[in-house]
């Protein structure tokens, strides 16, 4: 699976994103898919999975409420919709596929990574 994550930029405060990633190659929908994102001098976290056929979504605490993760199987794409953005929100995002069952908020689950989008969140 090839993923390309677009989307990213620079907003203010309180505005929003909508990051999308695209697959091509093996079959999109027999993936879970996820974001993670790394701000600079720190880890990768995660931050949205959705399972396969869309029906177990899950956040990190610091973006329920705000973030919400959709896919659209028939176009082969994954949405991360970034609403009521903060600084503390910038951070290069990824988007992941993974061929596991479970434990989507792990980074090791993922076979598949795209090449990150930038979001800039100013104040």
């Known amino acids: 699976v090839q993923l390309q994550a677009s989307g990213g930029g620079l907003v203010q405060a309180g505005g929003s994103l909508r990051l999308s990633c695209a697959a091509s190659g093996r079959t999109f929908s027999s993936y879970a898919m996820g974001w993670f994102r790394q701000a600079p001098g720190k880890e990768r976290e995660f931050v949205a999975s959705?399972?396969?056929?869309?029906?177990?979504?899950e956040y990190t605490d610091s973006v329920k409420g705000r973030f919400t993760i959709s896919r659209d199987n028939a176009k082969n794409t994954v949405y991360l919709q970034m609403n009521s953005l903060k600084p503390e929100d910038t951070a290069v995002y990824y988007c992941?596929?993974?061929?596991?069952?479970?434990?989507?908020?792990?980074?090791?689950?993922?076979?598949?990574w795209g090449q990150g989008t930038l979001v800039t969140v100013s104040s």
């Open positions: 992941g596929a993974s061929a596991a069952k479970t434990g989507y908020g792990s980074s090791s689950k993922y076979d598949f």
């Open positions: 959705i399972a396969r056929s869309a029906d177990n979504r």
